[in-house]
């Protein structure tokens, strides 16, 4: 058959991996450690290449991930929550992890340990589910919710990514949902190529929390060289008609990203590390402090659940 599923330790680190046989293909996911994305292995003209930036070990990655969260599942909100602290319902909340400068980052499941539900493969797709039943576990979201991972590897070098969210408390809840993946396709994000047509950058803060105005952006409306630019900034998307949302490019090499996204991510993060190795390209359903500010605050009510489809599409286009 062409998908198949295996699993291994790779230096600490237990791996769910599916493969697509005939294209040398291969996802692999971190169960133990959210359910991350930690390695997408496609054929290039230059041989295998994973395009995401991952943690070597074990050790390093219990060392780095509360500090680079690379691949995190970035849940119940993305980046940051300014002073670790907002107000739902009349009842002020205060969150325990916090990071230096006072703000709560990145969620709360990034290192939580998935249950995997389900694994499936077809002459079409491989595919494994995921599962963390969150249980009130931090002061600052004191609320019950299942967060399911649902990642499904196609032809084409195709990889769906679904996250269900589904409320198991009482009350209405607030939510949010995003990804945290670093891309690499060269030694140097510099020589590559950014694409994503942007109706707006939202203004932030020196601690990088949204003003509430939305400025003009279109520098990377059409593809073009990433240079020297340095980013950590949110942008408005439209992803409405199916079209990828950002495009990631090396040329030389003929590696290409394309995101495609439902509408429910209409947020793009993009982060350039100070090594320039790499570039997280943060797919997001809402803003950074989305619940004090409430800009695309998701309020789950009890018993519904909320599903959010974005894919990663890798072209290996031969270069001359």
């Known amino acids: 058959m062409r998908f198949r599923i295996t699993h291994s330790n790779h230096k600490g680190i237990q791996l769910i991996h599916l493969h697509d046989d005939e294209l ?18 496609v054929q290039a003209g230059m041989g295998p290449v994973n395009i995401i930036n991952n943690y070597s070990n074990k050790a390093e990655l219990d060392q780095e991930l509360a500090l680079s969260y690379k691949s995190s599942k970035l849940s119940p909100f993305p980046c940051r929550i300014e002073n670790g602290s907002y107000l739902w319902e009349g009842h002020r909340y205060q969150f325990d992890n916090r990071f ?25 797709f491989a595919s494994a589910l995921f599962e963390y039943q969150y249980e009130a576990e931090d002061p600052g979201y004191p609320f019950r919710y299942t967060c399911q991972v649902l990642y499904t590897l196609f032809h084409g070098n195709t990889l769906q990514v679904q996250t269900m969210l589904h409320n198991s408390d009482q009350q209405t809840i607030p939510m949010a949902d995003g990804w945290h993946p670093y891309f690499q396709l060269s030694e140097s994000i510099n020589d590559c190529w950014l694409r994503f047509p942007a109706k707006g950058m939202l203004e932030f803060s020196e601690l990088l929390i949204p ?38 490019s090396h040329p030389t090499s003929g590696l290409s990203i394309r995101f495609v996204t439902d509408e429910q991510y209409p947020y793009l993060q993009i982060y350039t590390p100070p090594d320039r190795k790499s ?14 500010n409430g800009i695309g605050l998701i309020e789950l009510a009890p018993g519904q659940t909320k599903t959010l489809t974005l894919h990663y599409i890798i072209d290996t286009k031969e270069t001359n």
């Open 100 to 124: 230096p400068d006072g703000s709560a980052i990145h969620g709360l499941l990034f290192n939580k340990n998935f249950t995997v539900r389900e694994q499936k493969t077809t002459e079409f």
């Open 279 to 292: 570039i997280a390209i943060e797919n997001l359903s809402s803003a950074p402090n989305c619940f004090n």
């Open 211 to 248: 003003t509430g105005r939305i400025l003009p952006y279109q520098t990377f409306n059409a593809s073009k060289p990433f240079g020297n630019t340095e980013l950590d900034n949110c942008f408005l998307l439209d992803p409405a008609g199916g079209q990828p949302v950002c495009e990631w």
């Open 24 to 41: 040398s293909c291969t996802v692999s996911i971190a169960p133990e450690k959210g359910a991350m994305l930690h390695a997408f292995v």
